[in-house]
T-cell receptor, first 107, second 113 residues
């Protein structure tokens, strides 16, 4: 079983749509959690940290469920510029990256 | 000003050759990393150095040898290149070894022919 699992997609959505990505992790000792964004042929960049209480940054909402070992990212009112691969990341003394979920927002 | 810069951006070489990739960060960070992203897009850590000291050494063939002359630089030397080494190699840095937020370089696309 992979340490961090994501549905690779692609998710094709129209502008303005709400889209949700899910991620599961296998190691219950995982300490911290993140979503990174990677544009095509570019480096990963931190999008946001994920907390058990849930956290929001503009149109982006991240949620962590430690009991289920499940992380989610919700994007509201999708923009064309949101098209990218979203990487679920878990910290167990080092960063473990999921394969990424590709989002394509269409006009 | 690029925070984490790595060179070269592209590297095309023949099997069996030896090549190096250089990385420099101007963020004043203590910890630097090398990651490999394969064709299936999995990004995996290879090495990590904290203040020039090796702290993470994943199961990587010993043909890969990192070198950190100072805490702002972490280079990667690869001996006897193989076809399976073709990938994108990313350098990254963070404030400290327990700091979660990492800043990545633009990547080096290595193609072994």
């Amino acid at each position: 079983r992979k340490e961090v699992e994501q549905d690779p997609g692609p998710f094709n959505v129209p502008e303005g749509a709400t889209v949700a990505f899910n991620c599961t992790y296998s190691n219950s000792a995982s300490q911290s959690f993140f979503w990174y964004r990677q544009d095509c042929r570019k480096e990963p960049k931190l999008l946001m940290s994920v907390y058990s209480s849930g956290n929001e940054d503009g149109r982006f909402t991240a949620q962590l469920n430690r009991a289920s070992q499940y992380i989610s990212l919700l994007i509201r009112d999708s923009k064309l510029s949101d098209s990218a691969t979203y990487l679920c990341v878990v910290n167990i003394h080092k960063l473990i990256f999921g394969q990424g979920t590709t989002l394509q927002v269409k006009p | 000003d690029t925070a984490v810069s790595q060179t070269p951006k592209y590297l095309v070489t023949q099997m069996g050759n030896d090549k190096s990739i250089k990385c420099e960060q101007n963020l004043g960070h203590d910890t630097m990393y090398w990651y490999k992203q394969d064709s299936k897009k999995f990004l995996k850590i290879m090495f990590s150095y904290n203040n020039k000291e090796l702290i993470i050494n994943e199961t990587v063939p010993n043909r890969f040898s990192p070198k950190s002359p100072d805490k702002a630089h972490l280079n990667l030397h690869i001996n006897s290149l193989e076809l399976g080494d073709s990938a994108v190699y990313f350098c990254a840095s963070s404030q400290g070894q327990y700091e979660n937020i990492q800043y990545f370089g633009a990547g080096t696309r290595l193609s072994v022919l």
